[in-house]
Every structure is written in structure tokens, then in C-alpha cells.
């Protein structure tokens, strides 16, 4: 082994090392709230709240189906309306007439699911085309959390089943109402950060003793150096919970499904914002009720070559300046540009006050809210016993 070689395994054995021992503080210093979360969170709210829910109010949410007309529909579909009481019919009506006149109704762009309806579960109609007949297109478990309305639970007829619906749905809102702010914002957090330098080199052979052809190479990485930089702003995002503006045309396909697979979880990207110039990544941390993931986990792997590491489920950008909280705050037209090295501190900026404040009241509005859907969970485990198939 050439006194090269040697160097070059004792450079990498350091830089490796330096970055084990980075990594090794950085999960200890997000051990805690990870932790906080995995006990006090849910896992998925929707999924819980939807489960929950149908199983409370049996095989049938009503033992004939009920609905009543949209008024976001009607609202929206005012031409439609005029022209019903012109012909001076209601217009359920005038809905039956077009469908047998229009198959666009049915199965085309224009179908109007004008009614709200209760009935196997939850659901919209539309008229097939067949003189009154209806067909209804039912949320699973998994969209019962963002499409049910007020509408809804007055197509409710059994009183208990009423009130468990409406408490759920008082949660849900609750619930929505408060989380302005919570996803996709931008806060400054000036923090002074050490940046590992990095490099990568590979060493192969020239003169090949065993065949021309031969591509065996040596890779090592390096730690040239250690610099000092800024992170002036941080993007908290959790996870989204759309909800239905009772104006969309729904498809069956996509909101039967009865199992949602995002877990709850915070993703904190560390940002150096030079205001007029520059916007670079610094680093990240994410964390979920299952798992937990950061810059430093694999920032010694000789393929990886980026800082960020989000978990599977949150939303990557080719460009930072995609993402809506930066587009938002008016920096979508900053030049992007390399951090320029690999965050050495991040233990220094998850213990930051600034950044604390930011976890502390995320990890708290979901640990709330958990709580309070166990708590009317437990409110409501008569009904839930009564029709669950235990």
C-alpha cells in the first residue's frame, strides 16, 4: 500500500468519524421530542376519526337513505336555479329532466352530485338518467375526516347516531381551525452553524496489472475543512388536511378508499436566506409517530450528495423556491445555491429557543388534539360496542 493510500484511508477514517459523532449528538437532541411525539399523537387523526365513526354508527348510518340538496351547489349553479323556476319546477325536477336528456349528466364533466346524502355511510348523489333513480358514491373511512359536512349529519335520523355525528364533526372543525400557521410557514431563526467541507475522491489505476478493462476504484471522503455559516429561517410543515368546499365534483375511485397511510409528523427545513440574493438549504429534521430522519444520517455515504433527508411521505422540491412557504413570502425569485457544506451542529440548532418554540407548538396542537378525538372516542364507546363485529 502506496504512504497515498494511507493518507488518503486515515483522511476518510477522520471525516467519517467527525460526522458519526455529529450525527450520533444530533440524535440524541431529537431523541426527546421524537419520543413525545411516538407517545402523546395519534398516528393518523383521519384515519382514527374516520374508523371510529362508521363503526359507531353500524352497517347503516340511516336504515333508508336520506339526502337533501348541496346549497354550495345551488349557490354556485344560480343560472341553474333560474331556469328551474322558470319552468316553474323545483329543481330536484329539473336535475331528473337534464340527466334523461343530457348523458353528460351522468357520466360525463357535467354531472351535478347536488345532494348531500346519508345512507350505507356518507356520501353525494347524482341522478342516473332513470326517471328518479339516484346513484350515490360513498366516502371511506379514510375521507370521512374531509368530506363530511353539516349537511350530512342533519340527513342523520337516529338521535344518539345524530349526536355522535355532530360531535365528530365539531372536532373536525375544530381541529382545522386551528391550524393556520402550523403547515408550510416560514420563521426567522438566526442561528450560527458550523458546516463540515467535504469531498469525495476516487482512486483507480491507470496501468491495470490484471486486465485493460479493470475499474476497480478507491473512494474516500474528505474533510477539508470547517466553516462558519447562518441558518435565518426555518420551513415547518405538517401534515395537510384539505377539506371538501362542497363544490368539487367527486369520483368514486378516489374517495372509497377506507385506509390512509400518512402518520402525523413535523419536517423542519433549515434555511440561509440572503435577502435579495441567495436562498440555500441547510439541513433538515423530520419526525412522525413511526420514525425519525435528518441531514447527518447518511451524510458520510459516498452517494449521497445532497443535506436534505425527508422522510418518504413529505413533499421534495427540485428548487427550494418551489415550496409554498417560500413562494408565500416572497423569496420564490432568490437564486438557489449549495449550503456548501454538511451541517456539523445540528444538536446547536434543534436545543435553539427560536426552534424549540417552533416544535414545542406543533408536538402540543397534535398531542391536544389526539387527546380530545380519545376522549370523544370514549364519549361514544356504547354506540361503538353496540354495532362494532367483535
Known amino acids: 500500500m502506496s504512504k497515498q493510500d494511507t493518507a488518503l484511508i ?6 467519517k468519524l467527525a460526522i458519526a459523532n455529529a450525527k450520533e449528538l444530533a440524535d440524541t437532541s431529537i431523541e426527546p421530542d421524537s419520543d413525545k411525539f411516538k407517545r402523546n399523537v ?51 325536477k329539473f336535475l331528473s329532466d337534464k340527466a334523461i336528456n343530457d348523458k353528460n349528466m351522468v357520466y360525463g364533466v357535467d354531472q351535478h352530485q347536488a345532494f348531500i346524502t346519508a345512507g350505507r ?21 379514510k375521507h370521512a375526516f374531509k368530506y363530511l ?12 347516531k345524530k349526536e355522535c355525528t355532530q360531535a365528530f364533526l365539531d372536532f373536525r372543525d375544530n381541529f382545522i381551525g386551528g391550524l393556520d400557521g402550523l403547515n408550510n410557514s416560514l420563521d426567522e431563526t438566526p442561528i450560527d452553524v458550523k458546516l463540515g467541507v467535504v469531498s469525495l475522491v476516487n482512486k483507480t489505476s491507470k496501468i491495470c496489472r490484471d486486465t485493460y478493462n479493470s475499474s476497480n476504484t478507491g473512494r474516500y471522503t474528505l474533510l477539508d475543512d470547517v466553516i462558519d455559516s447562518t441558518i435565518t429561517h426555518t420551513i415547518t410543515s405538517i401534515q395537510e388536511y384539505p377539506i371538501w368546499n362542497m363544490r368539487d365534483r367527486l369520483r368514486s375511485g378516489e374517495v372509497k378508499s377506507i385506509y390512509g397511510d400518512i402518520p402525523s409528523y413535523i419536517s423542519l427545513t433549515f434555511l440561509n436566506i440572503k435577502q435579495d440574493d441567495t436562498i440555500s438549504v441547510v439541513g433538515n ?50 437564486h438557489t445555491r449549495d449550503s456548501g457544506g454538511v451541517l456539523m451542529n445540528m444538536d446547536d440548532v434543534v436545543k435553539n429557543p427560536a426552534v424549540r418554540a417552533i416544535i414545542d407548538k406543533r408536538v402540543d396542537y397534535y ?15 356504547d354506540l361503538y360496542f353496540v354495532n362494532a363485529d367483535i
Open 367 to 381: 398531542a391536544k388534539h389526539s387527546t380530545l378525538l380519545q376522549e370523544l372516542k370514549h364519549e361514544y364507546a
Open 285 to 334: 429534521v423530520d419526525f412522525s409517530v413511526r420514525s425519525s430522519k435528518h441531514s447527518l444520517e447518511f451524510a458520510s455515504n459516498d452517494n449521497v450528495r445532497t443535506v436534505v433527508n425527508h422522510l418518504d411521505y413529505i413533499n421534495s422540491y427540485h428548487r427550494i423556491t418551489d415550496h409554498a412557504a417560500v413562494r408565500d413570502s416572497g423569496h420564490s425569485k432568490l
Open 121 to 141: 355511510k356518507f356520501g353525494v348523489s347524482y341522478f342516473t338518467g332513470s326517471g328518479a333513480r339516484v346513484h350515490t358514491i360513498y366516502f371511506g373511512a
Open 149 to 160: 359536512t353539516q349537511d350530512h349529519v342533519d340527513c342523520v335520523k337516529n338521535k344518539k
Open 42 to 92: 395519534l398516528d393518523n387523526i383521519p384515519q382514527h376519526f374516520g374508523e371510529f365513526l362508521y363503526t359507531a354508527l353500524g352497517d347503516r348510518v340511516t336504515g333508508q337513505r336520506s339526502s337533501v340538496l348541496n346549497r354550495e351547489f345551488i349557490k354556485n349553479n344560480s343560472l341553474l336555479v333560474e331556469e328551474a323556476k322558470e319552468q316553474g319546477i323545483t329543481v330536484e
Open 10 to 15: 486515515a483522511w476518510d477514517g477522520e471525516c
